[in-house]
């Protein structure tokens, strides 16, 4: 499976505390804690011994070493998954084949991604508004996380449709009179789907906009579970802000979403740029959890069962994409 090769967020790194977080993806169960040098572990989340949950016990320190205490027998396990010491049998050494399964994690963009398989991918490029932090020029912020009640793809699709704006966000990113959408362009490289020239009249488009305005959009998405939204409202000069849904595919039909912003608003607080953000993803969300099937049909093991309009070009490039790639994890 393709997927297990890719990097994926799973939790945001101010999340992780002192305790083991429990978290999920691809259908597994991982638990994340960090080492006595602040690094983040990533086990799965089952005890080598007798499969309890690792994240039901707790990190403890032994000799200034952390190490994370199953909650059943109490077996300790340091960073990179040794076991270090059976409780029952204190004079026993344990063997490399008593660690539990560790998992490569690392940080970006605010948030912990893990990959399931030791080799594999990259992590996902960016575009240059998320590479550089801090940029003095653009604020970052996360926002999120919102569990999901559908498949990764199906969010990233909504993420890349522009003709649902006059309908699901009407009166803020979109009115019933300019639902006509302009042609734009769409391809696929190395770097994944890009979808360029995009326009579209919005009445608010930010929380700083204080009038509609054509606003000139394109899209990246170098990644089948994230997309990059760069827009520029016409009225607004200089305003040049960026999104990213990064989506954590956590099962088929379940997942968890955050975004980034990179924004040239220093003006507003974290609260009221996550409120514009949450006003806008709490009318999405109905809709994207109505849809049937939650996995999104690209075709993989029968003839795709939905049709297209003209406007719909970014959308089946998204899935014909899927399909070249291969992925298997929330589509039909
Ligand atoms: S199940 Fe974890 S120590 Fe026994
Ligand atoms: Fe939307």
Redesign the pocket.
């Given at each position: 499976m393709i997927e297990n090769r890719l990097w994926h967020p799973v939790a945001a790194e101010a999340d992780l505390g002192d305790a083991p977080l429990a978290v999920t993806l691809l259908g597994e169960d991982l638990v994340l804690w960090r080492d006595e040098e602040g690094g983040v572990q990533a086990f799965a989340d089952r005890?080598?011994?007798?499969?309890?949950r690792?994240s039901l016990?707790k990190v403890v320190r032994v000799d200034g070493e952390a190490r994370l205490e199953?909650?059943?027998?109490?077996?300790q396990f340091g960073a990179g998954g040794g076991c270090r010491r059976?409780p029952a049998v204190p004079a026993f050494s344990p063997p490399a084949s008593h660690a539990a399964t560790r998992h490569a994690v690392v940080a970006a963009h605010g948030l912990l991604w893990v990959r399931p398989e030791a080799e594999g991918e990259g992590l996902p490029v960016a575009p240059p508004a998320f590479e550089a932090e801090p940029d003095a020029r653009l604020r970052k912020l996360l926002c999120g996380p919102y569990d999901v009640e559908t498949s990764a793809p199906r969010i990233v699709e909504n993420f890349l449709d522009m003709a649902h704006f006059s309908f699901v966000h009407e009166d803020w990113l979109g009115e019933r009179g300019h639902a006509e959408l302009p042609a734009y362009q769409v391809a696929t490289g190395a770097d994944g789907l890009r979808v360029t020239n995009c326009q579209a009249w919005q009445p608010q488009s930010n929380r700083l906009s204080t009038a509609g305005s054509w606003v000139a959009y394109d899209y990246a998405v170098p990644h089948p579970f994230m997309a990059v939204l760069s827009k520029a409202p016409e009225r607004q000069a200089g305003y040049r802000e960026s999104i990213a849904l990064f989506v954590c595919p956590q099962q088929p039909e379940r997942s968890r979403v955050w975004f980034r912003l990179a924004v040239p608003d220093f003006a507003s607080s974290d609260a009221e740029l996550r409120a514009f953000q949450h006003t806008i993803f709490a009318q999405d969300r109905p809709v994207l959890e109505s849809q049937r099937p939650k996995r999104l049909p690209v075709g993989r093991d029968a003839p795709a069962t939905e049709v297209h309009s003209a406007a719909d070009r970014s959308s089946a490039a998204y899935r014909r994409w899927l399909r070249e790639l291969d992925v298997s994890f929330g589509v039909c």
């Open positions: 005890c080598p011994h007798r499969g309890a690792l016990g199953c909650p059943y027998h109490g077996w059976i």
